[in-house]
């Protein structure tokens, strides 16, 4: 048996050094080794000697293939051969181990060390999701008061400069829980822009409960051009009469949302309560099915595919959530086609081996989890493509250490690396990313960088070695304070861009405190500020409870009544610009926009633009009740003879006269 060994471990040492022509890679690895007589001789001999190998041989076989290193110019036959040997102890193994009978103590055993491993994988889960949910819910049954302000100053190129305030004075903001919420308080809005000016002011009451919008506006003032003011009249006086009978604006689910409990969604008991958790925190997913000295290898348990089912039945509600005995043999088959698991032990040490099989991957390419008394401990893998232009490979110890690289030579030269470590808390306590790119004449690199608390980064873009475009950023990060800035140049290639930008988040005791500033100059001239302000007070409430509204109209129906309010709530219909010698008038819809330009000669000219960046061009036009209508490629009109005339566009037929719809 050592002679047989001997000879299998120096035919693959050996391989490259056969004379033999490249194959160019086409189907599976037996038929494309089978095309050639020397893959013939190679497939026959293989298949006649691994059977007659010990498995425990096959074992060590095969972990020298996975730990060989080829030349980047090996030839392709020595690949090819490779791989099928691979694959070929592969299936040997586990043709061996099929007639195996594990004693079901060993069984057993193994089962309840795999269980072990997933419930302290899910103990660190719990640990980790309880401190991010009490930060997420602390601002639960709490009242917030204070201020909030935006500027913003916008010089556009021919048409002058853009200057937005907007302000929410004394606002009380109550969460009941993470679906509820209310805010009031004064708004004070202004907009200046060459000669156009408008200002406003009012009251609001803001209610959300899920995916329902509660609003209502009081003392509503405008001022501006008079074509504003008189336009916008009949819209204030029918808020006004909404105030004065508490009649909320009702903005609710439209068909195809989705309503979800965020609340519920986010708590430890809910999570706790997922079939997915449940099961791992119950049962093994995996099970040894046979055994060669210290390696188990591993198959589905029958929960796992299970748990497929009970996942799959989400989007196929008849899948059923249990798998027939002929549903879970296929399963485990599946399973072997693409993954190859076992586990060893080490004393104390278990590791589970997750190989997958792709002809596509390096020979070995998978994962390892490392537990210690049976607890999930760390995970390493290595991916890796056949031509080893792509790899991506790392570390992670549980809640100690984040490593993980990606490099990558077939988008040119890609080099990403990212390093975490943890404190006891579960919080971040250093980290390093780094990134390079570089590609012909250019290069991008940069790296963030953050140690006990202080953060640092760079961005560098080259060209022929020149800077094109620069970014830096500086700050602190702490448990209650998080403060940065930063400035980016661009230059050389375009006009010479500067930005600077800055942010302070003060979360101390019950003050909150925000400040975000961003300018921007080009070529030295002022063309963008912004800036926002939030300065507030927490309050805790007890038994804090936000009631619906008894009264309230949808926002359909008073659009319905008041045209007016439509562009006020961002409503889809047709907006109007206009030019110096026309006028455009456009709608957007789900997966287009309509555009139609109207000359004062009385030309009009209308087209679709697609999301998908196809057009069409209408070739005829025409208005029925204040709506708008093109003929495209695919509409048609249709006359009846009389004076009635029907027009047909997008599914609908449009009476002439009244533009009443009806689907065809």
């Known amino acids: 048996m050592k002679k047989i060994f001997s000879f299998l471990t120096l035919v693959v040492f050996l391989l490259s050094l056969v004379p033999q022509g490249n194959a160019i890679y086409t189907y599976t690895l037996h038929d494309e080794l089978a095309s050639y007589d020397w893959g013939n001789a190679f497939i026959e001999r293989v298949e006649e000697i691994l059977p ?18 080829l030349p ?11 791989h099928f040997l691979y694959q070929e102890i592969w299936k040997t193994l586990h043709n061996n181990i099929r007639t195996q009978s594990l004693p079901q103590v060993e069984i057993q055993k193994i089962e309840a060390d795999i269980l072990t491993m997933q419930q302290s994988f899910l103990s660190e889960l719990e640990n980790n999701l309880s401190q991010l949910l009490a930060e997420i819910t602390a601002s639960i049954g709490t009242r917030e008061i204070g201020t909030m302000s935006g500027e913003l100053y916008y010089n556009i190129p021919f048409f002058g400069e853009l200057n937005m305030e907007v302000s929410l004075n004394e606002y009380i903001a109550d969460t009941e829980n993470l679906d509820i919420a209310r805010v009031r308080g004064d708004v004070n809005f202004s907009f200046h822009m060459g000669e156009e000016k408008i200002e406003s002011s ?22 501006g051009s008079r074509d504003i003011v008189e336009n916008s009249q009949q819209v204030v006086e029918v808020l006004g009469a909404l105030w004065q009978t508490q009649t909320y604006i009702h903005i609710g689910n439209t068909e195809g949302d989705i309503d979800l409990d965020i609340g519920s969604l986010l708590s430890l008991t ?6 997915w958790y449940k099961t791992l925190d119950s049962q093994a997913l995996l099970t040894p099915v046979g055994k060669v000295g210290n390696t188990y290898f591993l198959s589905a348990h029958a929960e796992m595919c299970h748990l497929g089912k009970v996942v799959m039945s989400v989007f196929d509600p008849f899948s059923g959530n249990k798998c027939s005995e002929r549903q879970l043999e296929n399963f485990r088959s599946d399973m072997l086609e693409i993954l190859d698991v076992r586990y060893r032990l080490r004393g104390t040490q278990g590791i589970v081996d997750i190989k997958i099989k792709d002809e596509a991957l390096k020979i070995g390419s998978g ?9 999930f401990h760390t995970v390493n893998w290595d991916i890796t493509d056949s031509s080893m232009e792509n790899r991506f490979f790392g570390k992670y110890e549980a809640w100690k250490e984040l490593d993980f690289y990606f490099t990558s030579q077939s988008w040119h030269q890609t080099d990403i690396s990212w390093n975490i470590k943890f404190q006891d808390n579960y919080s971040i306590h250093e980290m390093q990313i780094l990134w390079e790119y570089s590609s012909y004449s250019s290069s991008i690199q940069g790296e963030i960088n953050l140690k006990d608390t202080n953060l640092s980064g760079e961005i560098i873009w080259k060209n022929n070695e020149e800077e094109v475009f620069t970014c830096s950023l500086n700050g602190v990060i702490m448990k209650d304070r998080y403060t940065a800035k930063g400035s980016c140049n661009i230059g050389e290639y375009w006009e010479s861009i500067n930005i600077n930008w800055e942010i302070d988040i003060d979360t101390s005791s019950n003050n909150n405190n925000l400040l975000f500033t961003i300018q921007m100059d080009i070529d030295e001239e002022r063309f963008m500020d912004m800036k926002i302000q939030n ?4 309050q805790e409430v007890q038994n804090l409870k936000i009631s619906t509204p008894s009264k309230k109209i949808a926002l359909e129906d008073l659009i319905e009544r008041v045209p007016g309010l439509a562009s006020m709530f961002g409503w889809f219909g047709w907006q109007t610009a206009w030019e110096d010698d026309y006028e455009i008038k456009y709608n957007e819809w789900e997966d287009y926009n309509e555009t139609c330009y109207h000359y004062d000669s009385g030309e009009i000219y209308c087209y679709k633009y697609y999301d998908s960046g196809e057009s069409e061009t209408c070739y005829d036009f025409t208005e029925i009740s204040g ?6 490629s695919n509409d048609e009109y249709y006359y009846d003879g009389q004076e009635d005339i029907y027009y047909y566009f997008d599914g609908y037929q449009i009476d002439g006269k009244t533009g009443e719809r009806t689907e065809y």
């Open 52 to 69: 007659r190998v010990q498995s425990s041989q096959l074992i060590q076989l095969e972990t020298r293939i996975e730990d060989m290193i």
């Open 72 to 82: 980047d110019d090996v030839e392709r036959y020595t690949e090819l051969k490779l």
């Open 202 to 223: 009012m009251k609001v009451d803001l209610i959300v409960q899920g995916n329902d919008i509660y609003i209502l506006l009081q003392d509503i003032t405008l001022d």
């Open 270 to 275: 809910s999570i706790q309560n997922q079939e």
């Open 367 to 375: 994962l390892q989890v490392h537990t210690y008394s049976s607890k």
């Open 535 to 538: 300065t507030s007070i927490r």
């Open 627 to 632: 709506e708008m209508y093109c003929s495209y």
